[in-house]
Nanobody, 123 residues
Framework: QVQLVESGGGFVQAGGSLRLSCAAS????????MGWFRQAPGKERDLVVE????????YYADSVKGRFTISRDNAKNTVYLQMNSLKPEDTAVYYC????????????????WGQGTQVTVSS
């Protein structure tokens, strides 16, 4: 069982930056692929980015490539999402997720979820 707690959401103007954090419980953090999804009002929840257990592999949605960067610190049981050049269309609730499998595609279906953190980008 993995418990995930996100932090770092907020309000930012277009072009600005935010860094999200996700702290995970458990002693086998490096065994889990981690990722971030987002859900805008009235839309489906979509995968934004995924990182493998040791951080060697990543997958980014096309919409965030070159702007968002995922990283993880396995010693701190934490995964980060650095978001730069934010756009109004990035406005959504961002969810941290975890699973023992890494899938290099947007079909990744993780077993564990955080509660979400709101990111709002104004134009």
């Amino acid at each position: 069982q993995v418990q995930l707690v996100e932090s770092g959401g907020g309000f930012v103007q277009a072009g600005g930056s935010l860094r999200l954090s996700c702290a995970a419980s458990g002693r086998t953090f490096s065994s889990y692929a981690m990722g971030w999804f987002r859900q805008a009002p009235g839309k489906e929840r979509d995968l934004v980015v995924e990182i493998s257990g040791r951080g060697f592999n990543t997958y980014y949605a096309d919409s965030v490539k070159g702007r968002f960067t995922i990283s993880r610190d396995n010693a701190k049981n934490t995964v980060y999402l650095q978001m730069n050049s934010l756009k109004p269309e990035d406005t959504a609730v961002y969810y941290c997720a975890a699973d023992t499998t890494f899938m290099h595609s947007d079909t990744w279906s993780p077993s564990y979820w955080g509660q979400g953190t709101q990111v709002t980008v104004s134009s």
